[in-house]
Nanobody, 125 residues
Framework: QVQLVESGGGLVQAGGSLRLSCAGS????????MGWFRRTPGKEREFLAA????????SYADSIKGRFTISRDYYKNTVYLQMNSLKAEDTGIYSC??????????????????WGQGTQVTVSS
């Protein structure tokens, strides 16, 4: 069973930054590609960013491109989402997810097998 634990959410003013973390096991990060998604009221789960297991390829949604950066620390078995220039519309519950296709930067939630519990991000305007 793959367990993912997110942290780093909170309340921030518009224009500010937050860094989300997603911790997993060593097996997870050597085997799965990883993605970040968010859920906002009245909307479906939205893809934000993804990174492959070994090649380091990344993919971003247009809505956050240039503001958010996904990265992974293999020694800490952690994936990060650095979020800059935050806007009120970025408010939501952010979740990381693991995709057993290690070379994919998938955008569909159904491509991901394991999910973290989510962390709340609130951006005040």
């Amino acid at each position: 069973q793959v367990q993912l634990v997110e942290s780093g959410g909170g309340l921030v003013q518009a224009g500010g930054s937050l860094r989300l973390s997603c911790a997993g096991s060593k097996y997870t990060f050597s085997t799965y590609s990883m993605g970040w998604f968010r859920r906002t009221p009245g909307k479906e789960r939205e893809f934000l960013a993804a990174t492959t297991s070994n090649s380091g390829l990344t993919s971003y949604a247009d809505s956050i491109k240039g503001r958010f950066t996904i990265s992974r620390d293999y020694y800490k078995n952690t994936v990060y989402l650095q979020m800059n220039s935050l806007k009120a519309e970025d408010t939501g519950i952010y979740s990381c997810a693991a995709n057993p296709n290690s070379d994919a930067t998938a955008r569909r939630p159904t491509d991901y097998t394991y999910w973290g519990q989510g962390t709340q991000v609130t951006v005040s305007s």
